[in-house]
């Protein structure tokens, strides 16, 4: 058994409330009986009607399934807080993407304090930002797939006292209406049914609680668009919304955030590019409106072999190079260029 099957198979969960479900499609319209038709391995309903619309090409992307990223962090890992922090996701955007999730108000207006889960949390940064936002470490669960990114996060001194374990974002192992807030970032990118992903955010949140995902943006730049097709996925800023609020979470908004020295640039994506937050709403008892029926994995019958795993793992991994490039080539640029030039 691999890692990944082993996960599920120990995955049980209980489900509390359950709050009538009813099929619904993306954007929140009723598709009628039976379990929504799951996408294919890797792909998002929503950017397959889309694809499919424009005539566009399907993008390969190689690292969007869970096999493919538990060996892409099985390496990256090890250097993991040396280059993706600086290039991608610094202190300051982590601030910024966190302040819509309201971490600070329980601390703040002495309420007690809030219960918070981290999911794809890896080696702790995004956890960090929790707990330094004023929830205490022990009101904090970092959930991720990757043994080797969880071993990182534990040697955190900022992180002694938080729940750490193993996971998986699109099966989480806690009771309905558990969490206040709900925090993933930088992983639905590697969710092969990111929507499935967000269902169960809307799952483990309490009445009332609050989601916050921060996550990449689809660039536009013709070169970019490949190599992030080719890598994981990159949403458009509207099916993060259309995701969000086909699960049933109201007060959907949308944060832009990005490196201060991208000037706001925007067209070659961003690995950590917007912060979505969305309620559950106060009467919403239960699990999501949205019936996904069951998981892709557990209906494959047939799975990809090593062979497979390791060719994506490599090409993947060689289209992601391109994107420790983009930072380096952007910190030049703004280095070099006045002040007043702005980058489109
Ligand atoms: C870019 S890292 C982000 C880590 C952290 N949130 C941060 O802010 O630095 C993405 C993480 O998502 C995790 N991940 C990918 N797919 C996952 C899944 N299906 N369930 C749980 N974690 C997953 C990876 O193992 C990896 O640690």
Redesign the pocket.
């Known amino acids: 058994m691999n890692p ?1 099957e082993s996960m599920a198979s120990a995955t049980t969960r209980a489900r509390v409330g359950g709050g009538g479900r009813v099929p619904v499609g993306i954007g929140g319209r009723v598709r009628g009986r039976g379990p929504l038709a799951l996408p294919s391995r890797g792909r998002s309903n929503v950017r397959t009607a889309r694809s499919a619309a424009a005539g566009e090409t399907a993008p390969f992307r190689l690292i969007q399934h ?1 096999h493919e ?2 060996w ?2 099985r390496y ?2 090890q250097v ?2 040396h280059v ?2 600086p290039g ?2 610094t202190k300051d955007m ?1 601030e910024d993407a966190l302040e819509p999730a309201l971490l600070h108000v329980a601390h703040k207006r002495r309420l007690s304090p809030l219960k918070v889960i ?10 960090t ?1 929790i707990v330094e936002a004023g929830v205490p470490a022990e009101n904090v669960t970092l ?4 043994p ?3 071993e990182k996060a534990r040697k955190k001194p900022q992180l002694k006292g938080c729940t750490i374990e ?6 989480l192992r806690f009771e309905t209406n558990t969490f206040d807030r709900y ?10 049914d990111p929507q499935r ?1 967000i269902v169960e955010a809307f799952r483990v949140l309490k009445p009332g609680g609050l989601a916050c995902m ?1 996550g990449p943006v689809h660039p536009t730049h013709c070169l970019s668009r490949f190599m992030a097709d080719a890598w994981m996925l990159f949403p458009t800023e509207q099916e993060y919304l259309d995701w969000f609020r086909a699960a049933g979470f109201t007060s959907v908004k949308l944060k832009r955030i990005g490196p201060k020295w991208y000037r706001g640039c925007r067209k070659h994506g961003l ?2 590019g917007c912060s979505v937050t969305g309620v559950k709403g106060l009467s919403a008892e239960g699990e999501s409106p949205l019936e996904l029926g069951e998981m892709a994995e557990n209906r494959q019958t047939k799975k990809a072999g090593w062979f497979t795993t390791l060719l994506r793992v490599i090409l993947g991994s060689l289209a992601g190079f391109y994107y420790f490039v983009i930072p380096v080539y952007m910190w030049l640029k703004n280095l070099v260029l006045p002040k007043s030039v702005k980058f489109t």
């Open positions: 990944i869970k990223a538990w892409f962090y990256l890992s993991y807080d993706v922090n991608h996701w982590r981290d999911v794809g949390g890896g080696t702790g940064f995004s956890t930002g959930v991720d797939q990757s080797h990114q969880l193993e996971g998986d974002a699109e099966n925090v993933s970032c930088g992983s639905i990118e590697y969710w092969p992903g921060v690995i950590m």
